[in-house]
């Protein structure tokens, strides 16, 4: 077998346009990428490619997936054997492969040695600040001091490296690791034939990978010498690339999804504050320049990125190219400015929780107006100033992908700086000019990330309207989609408590939809329906959220099918299909909590619906003793009186 985590590097790095691109001609349109289809004959066009969601549809034959399910369907490869070409493909070792080259066996080896030494470091640095004089007197003392309770410590495996010089290499050495591996680790430091410890005296900051592995750590001097780095990270290693790592991902990345934004510090320590704080979905970039590695990872998770500032102008102004890397992946941003001398981190332990959050939805600014309002404070009324100014507002806009939301930023443009629109555009095509003849130039051969197939983009003989088989398949269906798309979003549940007063409880739609249907003890007739209900109980159960990529790129292609159809939403649903099934879909993340609750009664009334005909047909069409012809009426009794209850809930009428 392919362990999880290889499948999950190849899933990361394969491009399903590239791959794709090998075997059909695609052309833009519009946001994505169209084609012929190779599964059928066609004149017009109707195969679409979307790398911003990494899922291929094609319109004619109903196939649909990611790029494992198209090298499934076009190569009739096994899932294994998909996955293996891709590995190949993209440079990608496959462990239990058996004809390896020595060196792939060697790169292998030293990744597991590294990784085995660095969580003895770990365990070695934790022990030194819990257990020794040394490490409680100052490593764990800043620790409280900065305001990190005891388990938030624990929480972040925080350690204290000891101030002797070689203390950790031969407790290392004693053990019987390798000196090559210390050494290539950046763990020990080698001079004129002697070896000493590359951390001392210093509070330490592990380095997690997403599945929660040390890559590396980040280390701080307590000491006020300038003649010392403040903060040392770990050399870079074939483990630990920090321009691909992101600090605190591998806590946040839940909380990401449940809230579909992330937060992006300067720091560590602004990272564990903000979490303690009880905002979780955070991460830094380690004190390293964002790169579109780090912005890429972040993107598995969420489209919207806020970044937490501050307020020093000069790091303002570097983050710029930052924002401008995160526009061209196709993300939003917003930026928050944190009052004049306070970072995340001193602004979190000042105020509470709730005034934390409160502050950052009220300073959230979009980035243009952010990035408007910091140079035109520069300008000072000047006008070539102010000219370079919209020169530079331009060359972000042109780097978003998706033309409807670049035209809503010319427009907001045109009305800041009181500016004829048609010049902005102008000057926006030349920006895109220019960007795409250097591409073209270096050879460089950028996918930029739209969003998703629009129904306007496919020809109108490939508008399909939604096919159910039935009345309860079609809110079968409603209640999954609701569920692959919006089951880390959280609602505002109102109960009345044991006094009859009214309360407000938070879950997820998933906790909420999967509590709904247990209490009734209802199953869904769809086998592929119920497996995927069984997924996100289980997921429940374990305290795991899953975001529609786990659907996406599911080994079971009935899972990876069905969240395409739903992703892509090719399906143009008529008015009078929406009507008749009560099913709604326009902006309903707008109302999310009564458009799940309607979405529940729907399906419960359809299930009552479905059982009444079962039996009135067998009531019509069987011969029944006279116990179970009695027992039958009386259910179906039973059935009208909920079906009655269940239409009021709904406010429609009774069908």
């Not at 590359?198 to 307590?222: A, D, E, Q, Y």
Request: aromatic share 10%.
């Amino acid at each position: 077998m392919i362990p999880r985590e290889i499948i999950d590097e190849i899933l990361y790095t394969a491009q399903i346009e590239d791959v794709i691109g090998e075997f059909v001609q695609l052309k833009r349109a519009g946001s994505n990428l169209k084609g012929l289809s190779p599964f059928t004959d066609e004149k017009t066009p109707s195969f679409m490619v979307s790398p911003a969601k990494q899922i291929f549809k094609c319109f004619s034959t109903g196939k649909g997936g990611n790029v494992v399910s198209f090298l499934m369907e076009y190569e009739h490869f096994s899932y294994p054997e998909a996955l293996r070409w891709l590995a190949d493909r993209y440079n990608i070792a496959i462990p239990e492969e058996k004809e390896k080259s020595a060196e792939q066996i060697a790169e292998l080896n030293e990744r597991e040695s590294l990784g085995v030494i660095n969580e003895f470091a770990r365990d070695t640095f934790v022990n030194n600040l819990w257990n020794t004089d040394e490490g409680k007197a100052i490593g764990l003392s800043y620790f409280l001091e900065r305001g990190f309770s005891e388990d938030t410590i624990k929480t972040f495996e925080l350690g204290f490296s000891a101030e002797a010089f070689d203390s950790f290499t031969k407790a290392a050495l004693d053990k019987g690791y390798n000196l090559k591996h210390l050494l290539a680790g950046g763990l020990t430091k080698e001079k004129n034939d002697k070896t000493f410890d590359f951390f001392r005296s210093r509070v330490m900051f592990p380095i997690h990978s997403i599945s929660g592995k040390v890559l590396g750590f980040g280390g701080r001097t307590l000491r006020n010498d300038k003649k010392v780095a403040k903060y040392f990270n770990s050399p870079e290693s074939i483990l630990y690339n920090k321009s691909k790592i992101l600090y605190g991902l591998f806590f946040s990345k839940n909380a990401i999804i449940k809230n579909d934004r992330c937060y992006l510090v300067e720091g560590y320590t602004d990272v564990i504050s903000m979490h303690q704080a009880g905002v979780e979905n955070v991460v830094a970039s380690s004190g390293t320049a964002l790169t579109k590695e780090q912005i890429k990872l972040i993107k598995r998770y969420t489209q919207n990125i806020t970044i937490l500032y501050d307020g020093d102008a000069a790091g303002i102004k570097a983050s710029f190219r930052g924002i401008d890397l995160i526009l061209e992946e196709g993300l939003t941003v917003k930026v928050v400015l944190f009052p004049e001398g306070d970072d995340p981190d001193s602004y979190s332990k000042k105020v509470s929780q709730e005034e934390l959050k409160e502050y950052i939805d009220a300073n959230s600014k979009d980035f243009l107006v952010f990035k408007t309002e910091i140079l035109l404070g520069e300008s000072k009324g000047d006008p070539i100033i102010k000219a370079k100014l919209i020169h530079e507002i331009i060359d972000s806009i042109a780097l978003i992908p998706d033309e409807i939301t670049r035209s809503l930023y010319i427009k907001e443009c045109a009305t800041q700086f009181e500016m004829d629109e048609k010049t902005l555009i102008s000057e926006l095509n030349r920006s895109r000019k220019n960007k795409l003849s250097k591409e073209i130039g270096s050879g460089e051969n950028r996918h930029t990330n739209p969003n998703l197939v629009k129904v306007e983009d496919q020809p109108v003989a490939q508008q399909q309207e939604v096919s159910k088989s039935s009345n309860l398949e079609a809110h079968e269906f409603n209640l999954i989609r609701i569920l692959i798309k919006y089951g880390a979003k959280e609602l505002q549940i109102p109960y009345l408590d044991e006094n009859g007063k009214e309360v407000v409880v938070p879950m997820t739609v998933a906790e909420f939809v999967i509590k709904d249907i247990e209490v009734d003890d209802l199953k869904f007739s769809n086998p592929t329906y119920q497996k995927v209900f069984d997924v996100f109980k289980e997921g429940i159960e374990q305290d795991v959220l899953f975001a529609e990529s786990y659907f996406v790129n599911h080994a079971d292609t009935d899972f990876s099918k069905l969240a395409v159809d739903i992703i892509a939403e090719p399906y143009q649903l008529s008015s009078s299909w929406k009507e008749k099934f009560y099913i709604q879909t326009n902006l309903e993340e707008d109302k999310l909590t009564s458009n799940v609750v309607k979405a529940l009664y729907s399906f419960k009334k359809a299930k009552v619906l479905f059982e009444i005909d079962e039996i009135r047909h067998r009531l019509k069409n069987e011969e029944l003793d006279d116990e179970t012809m009695a027992s039958l009426m009386k259910r179906q009794m039973e059935l009208d009186k909920v079906k009655i209850v269940l239409a009021k809930e709904l406010g429609r009428i009774i069908l």
